[in-house]
């Protein structure tokens, strides 16, 4: 009999695995941003952008590189919705968009620190 009760149930997940499943689109979208994630320049950049908003010659600063290659950085996060500015006089200053960004990362930090305690 529990076998019968696992079958249904595992059956009834299946099915609704199938009907709840992301469309493309989602899933594309998805997949965009943890490509962004895959960049080690562009997680320095979210990481200093979780601290406080910033100028690109205050990220070029930071991450001792040049204005040209955080601009092109920031154009990619910005593009997929991970970054946002605003004009604050003569400077723009490049901000998170949301917080759920930095629950990505503090997981994945968390995650790491996991993995470490299990050895």
Known sequence: MPEQNFEAEHQAALHNLKENLPNDDDLDAMVNIFKAFGDMTRVKIILALAKTPLSVGEIADTLDMSQSSISHQLS???????????????????RLSDQHIITIFKQTQEHIIEDENDF
């Open 76 to 94: 990619i996060l910005k593009q997929l919705n991970l970054v946002s500015n605003a004009r604050r006089g003569r400077n723009i200053h490049y």
